[in-house]
């Protein structure tokens, strides 16, 4: 299995707080992704990260924010949580093949977030 | 648009009763095709990865085709244990991909 943890796996919090999710992997994988999972969606990508300090925004990054200061750390900041938030919230890595054109993304355990 | 759909939704199979699963897309230049399966209340697992039209790829009871136009998860004589979501997904740019909602797989004792 990909060493990919996430924390913390379960999250109560309420409108209007930060709240920080962790993303930790110990694959020296170059690029990193958060996203959420809701149901009646496919996976949705927040934000994704393609090395140290350089990250760009996904389909659905409004609200949120991101940080990488270290290839292993990859961190998913709510400034200030909303209910239409509360998701399952996933991180994924993955590697440059330099044979292939396609990169299989691994996930971590994800990280369940109900805000109330 | 591009897009990812899987097919059915939620499929109900005996032990032993062999069915496929079906991700049809639609996406401007196709880089790789996924499948993943997620047991709930866990990350999606890796299963495998297509590359062109008419590769195909196995994993004990599974096998995974591709067209140009949509991918079957074939799944021979399933065990309760393959019980699962499956997800399908393209990718069509360096950190593109499109996920579908997946097939939600009961198999039967």
């Known amino acids: 299995d990909a060493g990919i943890t996430q924390s913390p796996r379960h999250k109560v919090t309420e409108t209007g707080t930060p709240v920080t999710l962790r993303c930790h992997q110990t694959?020296?994988?170059?690029?990193m992704y958060w996203y959420r999972q809701d149901p009646g969606h496919g996976l949705r990508l927040i934000h994704y990260?393609?090395?140290?300090?350089?990250?760009d925004k996904g389909e659905v990054s409004d609200g949120y924010s991101v940080s990488r200061s270290k290839t292993e750390d990859f961190l998913l900041t709510l400034e200030s949580a909303t209910s239409s938030q509360t998701s399952v919230y996933f991180c994924?890595?993955?590697?440059?093949?330099?044979?292939?054109?396609?990169?299989?993304?691994?996930f971590g355990p994800g990280t369940r977030l109900t805000v109330l | 648009e591009d897009q990812v759909t899987q097919s059915p939704e939620a499929l109900r199979l005996q032990e032993g009763e062999s069915s496929s699963l079906n991700c049809s897309y639609t996406?401007?230049?196709?880089?790789?095709l996924f499948w993943y399966r997620q047991d709930p209340g866990k990350g999606p697992e890796f299963l495998f990865t297509?590359?062109?039209a008419g590769e195909e790829k196995e994993k004990e009871r599974l096998k995974a085709t591709l067209t140009k136009k949509e991918s079957f998860l074939h799944i021979t004589a399933p065990k309760p244990e393959d019980s699962a979501t499956y997800l399908c997904?393209?990718?069509?740019?360096?950190?593109?991909?499109?996920f579908g909602t997946g097939t939600r797989l009961k198999v039967l004792a």
């Open positions: 994924a890595i993955s590697e440059s093949q330099w044979d292939r054109g396609a990169n299989e993304q691994f």
């Open positions: 997904a393209v990718q069509s740019g360096t950190y593109k991909y499109i």
């Open positions: 694959e020296n994988h170059r690029y």
């Open positions: 996406v401007s230049g196709l880089r790789g």
């Open positions: 297509l590359y062109s």
């Open positions: 990260s393609y090395g140290v300090k350089d990250t």
